[in-house]
């Protein structure tokens, strides 16, 4: 239905504009000026994205700088499509103002019946670039969804997840929705390795071991504090005590091999040092498990 109340507003209208606006309609809307304009739109889409792809491309050549190059990008594509649509009106086809105006109030009306929900996505993605509550090369969680933001549309947004899933998210449903972001436009962020220990395991010690590891990883951000913290958890009444190893990667894209890293040195420098075993750990793990 809505789609028939878009096709009856535009044809209206448009037979509207003619009558009121007596000019050649043939000399506006030519076969030519069509041919011209199906060309320019294709050169256009062809040149930015070869643009955004060679700006992505520079951006990814530069870890200090990505994250704020990547940054522009949805505003770059988003105002060089604006000067093609201009180009192709005023140029291309220069029709009447008072033409040109009851055209566009026809098409917003119409467009406003048939495409509501395209609509909530489009003034979404725009809220986003000029709110920007993150950028692309950003991590962040929305509902159940992990990973870093790859591209930021008009109608979508892309995150890339840790198993290499591409998550497409409409603009409206992240206005909705509480958005948790990690790194915030910066290159660095805070990353938590947890490790589960038994309940009576040396903490002073143990906290000294994790400390020590973290400070010569590869990964470490040392500008920042590196904090160690243990809680007592209860699985199936069964109590571990918990180690959380909160430190700052230099580089956001970090996260997973830093987690892994620091578990795997860890418990390797607790077995050496005889603060654990491997019958603990396996315990241990079948109590997380269960």
Same mark, same amino acid.
Not at 23 to 28: A, G, K, L, P, T
Not at 206 to 214: F, L, N, Q, Y
Not at 249 to 263: A, G, P
């Given at each position: 239905m809505k789609f028939i109340i878009f096709f009856l507003v535009i044809f209206t209208q448009v037979c509207y504009a003619i009558?009121?606006?007596?000019?050649?309609?043939?000399?506006?809307?030519?076969?030519?000026?069509?041919?011209?304009?199906?060309?320019?739109?294709?050169?256009?889409y062809i040149f930015i994205t070869l643009l955004t792809?060679?700006?992505? !491309?520079?951006?990814?050549?530069?870890?200090?700088?990505?994250?704020?190059?990547?940054?522009?990008?949805?505003?770059l594509r988003i105002g060089l499509w604006i000067a093609v649509i201009t180009i192709v009106i005023k140029v291309i086809y220069n029709p009447p103002i008072e033409m040109l105006m009851t055209a566009m109030a026809s098409v917003a009306i119409a467009i406003g019946f048939a495409t509501q929900d395209l609509l909530k996505n489009i003034f979404?993605?725009?809220?986003?670039?000029?709110d920007r509550p993150f950028k692309v090369g950003d991590k962040i969680k929305v509902g159940d969804n992990y990973g870093e933001v790859i591209t930021i549309n008009l109608q979508t947004t892309?995150?890339? %997840?840790?198993?290499? #899933?591409?998550?497409?998210?409409? @603009? &409206?449903?992240?206005?909705?929705?509480?958005?948790? @972001? #990690?790194? #915030?436009?910066?290159?660095y962020c805070q990353v938590v390795a947890k490790i589960a220990l038994p309940v009576d395991a040396d903490m002073q010690k143990v906290r000294k071991?994790?400390?020590?590891?973290a400070q010569v990883s590869k990964y470490i951000y040392l500008n920042k504090p590196i904090t160690v913290l243990f809680t007592n958890e209860i699985n199936e009444h069964k109590? !571990?005590?918990? &180690?959380?190893?909160?430190?700052?990667? &230099?580089?956001?894209r970090y996260e997973f091999l830093f987690?892994?890293?620091m578990t795997e040195v860890v418990i390797?420098?607790?077995? @050496?040092?005889?603060?654990?075993? @491997?019958?603990?750990?396996?315990?241990?793990? !079948? %109590?997380?498990? &269960?």
């Amino acid at each position: 239905m809505k789609f028939i109340i878009f096709f009856l507003v535009i044809f209206t209208q448009v037979c509207y504009a003619i009558d009121v606006h007596p000019v050649n309609f043939i000399e506006i809307i030519s076969f030519s000026k069509i041919f011209w304009t199906i060309l320019f739109l294709i050169i256009s889409y062809i040149f930015i994205t070869l643009l955004t792809k060679i700006i992505e !491309f520079f951006a990814e050549k530069s870890s200090r700088l990505r994250i704020s190059i990547k940054g522009v990008v949805p505003i770059l594509r988003i105002g060089l499509w604006i000067a093609v649509i201009t180009i192709v009106i005023k140029v291309i086809y220069n029709p009447p103002i008072e033409m040109l105006m009851t055209a566009m109030a026809s098409v917003a009306i119409a467009i406003g019946f048939a495409t509501q929900d395209l609509l909530k996505n489009i003034f979404g993605g725009i809220m986003l670039l000029f709110d920007r509550p993150f950028k692309v090369g950003d991590k962040i969680k929305v509902g159940d969804n992990y990973g870093e933001v790859i591209t930021i549309n008009l109608q979508t947004t892309r995150i890339v %997840t840790p198993d290499d #899933s591409i998550v497409i998210i409409p @603009n &409206m449903e992240l206005m909705n929705s509480r958005i948790s @972001n #990690s790194n #915030s436009g910066e290159l660095y962020c805070q990353v938590v390795a947890k490790i589960a220990l038994p309940v009576d395991a040396d903490m002073q010690k143990v906290r000294k071991t994790a400390i020590e590891a973290a400070q010569v990883s590869k990964y470490i951000y040392l500008n920042k504090p590196i904090t160690v913290l243990f809680t007592n958890e209860i699985n199936e009444h069964k109590i !571990f005590l918990e &180690m959380k190893l909160k430190a700052y990667v &230099m580089d956001i894209r970090y996260e997973f091999l830093f987690k892994s890293d620091m578990t795997e040195v860890v418990i390797k420098e607790l077995i @050496n040092q005889g603060l654990l075993n @491997n019958n603990e750990i396996k315990e241990l793990n !079948f %109590t997380k498990s &269960m």
